[in-house]
């Protein structure tokens, strides 16, 4: 059996501010300079499908939290980070270009050690309910 795989791989990532910086600077940052080197990236042009960040206004997240009694995260963004495969998103994690920016450009907006929290989800989703498909 091979241990290639063809099943995409999301990458979720829970990204918290350096301290010192606003949510406005953060998302300015993270939005602008960081997307720009990181998509510029050889590796990620070839195999990330797809890179969405998630930003929020000054007090959604922790209004919505609260509404919904959830604890407060503390977390200032969220990005979904798709990849083709698992080889493709290790490639990704594995290269140089990478690896240096993560140490270089990470520390100018992100909170240090604990830059972020990151999730996995591995394959096509089963989708049960869908309102816009029903409309």
């Given at each position: ?17 350096k301290?010192?910086?606003?949510k ?81 450009d ?30």
């Open positions: 059996m091979s241990s290639s795989s063809i099943s995409p791989v999301k990458v979720i990532i829970f990204a918290k501010r301290e010192g910086m606003t406005e600077e953060f998302s300015e940052y993270w939005r602008g300079p960081h997307a720009e080197y990181f998509l510029a990236l050889p590796v990620v042009k070839r195999r990330c499908l797809k890179y969405e960040q998630y930003h929020e206004g000054i007090d959604d997240r922790s209004k919505t939290e609260d509404a919904l009694s959830f604890p407060q995260s503390g977390w200032d963004g969220v990005a979904f980070v798709t990849f083709d495969s698992r080889e493709g998103a290790a490639e990704v994690f594995n290269d140089p270009a990478f690896k240096e920016l993560a140490a270089t990470s520390p100018k907006f992100l909170a240090q050690p604990d830059v972020s929290l990151y999730m996995m989800v591995v394959g096509n989703p089963e989708v049960r309910y869908d309102a816009e498909a029903t409309q």
